[in-house]
Nanobody, 123 residues
Framework: QVQLVESGGGLVQAGGSLRLSCEASGRTFSNYGMGWFRQTPGSEREFVAAISWRGDRPNYADSVKGRFTISRDNAKSAVYLQMNNLKPEDTAAYYC????????????????WGQGTQLTVSS
């Protein structure tokens, strides 16, 4: 089992920045690729970004490319999502997830999920 706990969500104005964190415990964190997904009520979960076990091969959804940056610190068992130039359409609950199967944007390949953290971007 891998336990994931997200933090860092909140209310921010459009154009602002925020960094989400996800701390992992349990099995060896460096064995897992990590992803961020988001979801709004009534909508399907959407891929945001992912990063491989070693911290290379970052993947991004087109909607966040150039604005969001995913990174990880295996020594701290943590993954981060730096979000810049936020837009109201980024408003969602954000979830981090862990996978041993590197299909970054496919949520069904992720084995473990956090409880989520809410981001609200006001216009």
């Amino acid at each position: 089992q891998v336990q994931l706990v997200e933090s860092g969500g909140g209310l921010v104005q459009a154009g602002g920045s925020l960094r989400l964190s996800c701390e992992a415990s349990g099995r060896t964190f460096s064995n897992y690729g990590m992803g961020w997904f988001r979801q709004t009520p009534g909508s399907e979960r959407e891929f945001v970004a992912a990063i491989s076990w070693r911290g290379d091969r970052p993947n991004y959804a087109d909607s966040v490319k150039g604005r969001f940056t995913i990174s990880r610190d295996n020594a701290k068992s943590a993954v981060y999502l730096q979000m810049n130039n936020l837009k109201p359409e980024d408003t969602a609950a954000y979830y981090c997830a862990a996978t041993r199967s590197w299909v970054p944007s496919l949520d069904s390949r992720y084995e473990f999920w956090g409880q989520g953290t809410q981001l609200t971007v006001s216009s």
